[in-house]
């Protein structure tokens, strides 16, 4: 069974979230505070992270710093209902999705999935190979991206993301059709969560050489990952 990692201060939640996760075939083990996860993930195999922000001894923020700073586990932060500022944030530190409190199982059962199945390359195409487009290239099967041969440090989403925008590069992809192939969700129009990581991913590319952006926001359109610019690569 695949591992997961539960870390909340509410201990019966807690408890039903593991007996329901356990029902989907995950096995869990739960923490009650922020202070033992690294710890607990050296100790241990697992396939994801579930992070509440509010925790005593050290909040959810911190934890993700330190598993991002050594980690690449994919991690699903739990958010207070309505504080967007929290669900930025993690999603600007790391995280590879959020859900808000109180929320049904299913969902979060949904999302863990989702996230696995980026995590893996499960995306149902076939001949998985190399996508490039000028100094950028993108591996599928082997999961990494180089950028003018630097290996770029890319989390599950913002690899998912890349992928999406270099196979229609040149051509706008809406904002609709990126969220439901990289987060694998009906789009809403309050959910910003597919902005913050384009911009995110945004960061870790650069500009081209000339100055201009590799990703371009068109209004009212979505995104385009621009080819590069005439005489150069870069």
């Not at 669900?87 to 999302?111: C, H, Q, S, T, W």
Request: hydrophobic content about 40%; overall charge negative.
């Amino acid at each position: 069974m695949e591992r997961i990692l539960v870390v909340d201060d509410d201990q019966e939640l807690c408890s039903l979230l593991a007996e329901y996760l356990e029902t989907e075939g995950f096995a869990v083990e739960a923490l009650f505070d922020g202070r033992r996860v690294r710890e607990k993930l050296l100790a241990g195999r697992f396939v994801l992270v579930v992070l509440d922000v509010m925790l005593p001894g050290r909040n959810g923020f911190d934890v993700l710093r330190e598993l991002r700073s050594e980690s690449d586990v994919p991690v699903l932060m739990l958010t207070a209902r309505g504080d967007d500022v929290d669900r930025i944030v993690g999603l600007e530190m790391g995280a590879d999705d959020y859900l808000p409190k109180p929320f049904n199982p299913r969902e979060l059962v949904a999302r863990i999935r989702a996230i696995l199945r980026r995590r893996r390359g499960e995306s149902g195409r076939s001949a998985p190979g190399l996508l490039a487009v000028g100094d950028l290239e993108l591996d599928q099967g082997g999961r990494s991206v180089r950028l003018a041969g630097t290996p770029l440090d890319l989390t599950t989403v913002e690899f998912s993301l890349l992928e999406e925008l270099l196979r229609a590069a040149g051509q706008p992809l809406p904002r609709e059709k990126l969220v439901l192939s990289v987060l694998k969700r009906p789009y809403s129009p309050f959910d910003r969560s597919i902005d913050v990581h384009v911009s995110n991913l945004r960061k870790k590319l650069g500009r081209y050489g000339d100055g201009s952006e590799r990703i371009k926001t068109l209004r009212g359109e979505g995104y385009l990952y621009a080819l590069p610019p005439e005489g150069g690569s870069q």
